[in-house]
């Protein structure tokens, strides 16, 4: 159980493009939903919290105008990156939180986005 | 605000020996969660063990268990009888009860498993 996946695996786009990135939680309900952000060897850096039916909260400096978030369903939520750009390639990482399961996330297998 | 400090980058033991991960934390709440997490190089994010600051017994997992130390706000990871399967960069991560409840993650530990 309490199993994430995210889609697609692999993007590489043209600058100036958007990317979506969808996460669903595939054997529970989540009210919320988390987006991070992982630069190679390093941590998870949180950019926001989503929660269903409701705006999404971000990190400071974390631009919501450019990573676009969307919480429409208990299963599902989406990121989109709007005008990508070459610094925004990067690996991105959803993680869902059990409705009733306060503490524990469990993460998606993660996007790794390129820009060219 | 709270931090949590992993103060080993890198480790390297012989398969089969046991390895201790160390993590440290500072928080001023009361009740809290700790987790250690697992990512090996697919990069998919293994949840790996879960402890509750108001429980005193450590938890185990199989071959995985932790050394809490609430007073020290330690949260070491003994993982006995190593596998080539744990290589892994392996994260310690705390959540409050309460509030936001976000997530915070040490800088990670890269373990590596010889065979």
């Known amino acids: 159980g309490a199993v994430v996946s995210q889609h697609p695996s692999r993007v590489i786009c043209k600058s100036g493009t958007s990317v979506k990135i969808e996460c669903r939680s595939l054997?529970?309900?989540?009210?919320?939903m988390f987006w991070y952000r992982q630069f190679p060897k390093q941590s998870l850096m949180l950019m926001a919290t989503?929660?269903?039916?409701?705006?999404?909260?971000?990190e400071q400096g974390v631009e919501k105008d450019k990573f676009l978030i969307n919480h429409a369903s208990l299963t599902l939520s989406t990121l989109t990156v709007t005008s990508a750009h070459p610094e925004d390639s990067s690996f991105y990482i959803c993680s869902a939180r059990a409705s009733g399961v306060q503490e524990t996330q469990y993460f998606g297998p993660g996007t790794r986005l390129l820009v060219l | 605000a709270q931090t949590v400090t992993q103060s080993q980058p890198e480790m390297s033991v012989q398969e089969a020996e046991t390895v201790t991960l160390s993590c440290t934390y500072d928080t001023s709440e009361n009740n809290y969660y700790l987790f250690w997490y697992k990512q090996p190089p697919s990069r998919q994010m293994i949840l790996v063990i879960r402890q509750e600051a108001y429980k005193q017994q450590n938890a185990t997992e199989n071959r995985f268990s932790v050394n809490f130390q609430k007073a020290a706000k330690s949260f070491s990871l003994k993982i006995s009888d190593s596998q080539l399967g744990d290589t892994a960069m392996y994260f310690c991560?705390?959540?409050?009860?309460?509030?936001?409840?976000?997530?915070?993650f040490g800088q990670g530990t890269r373990l590596t498993i010889n065979p």
């Open positions: 989503s929660n269903e039916g409701s705006k999404a909260t971000y």
């Open positions: 991560a705390f959540i409050e009860d309460q509030g936001a409840q976000k997530l915070v």
């Open positions: 054997d529970f309900q989540a009210t919320t």
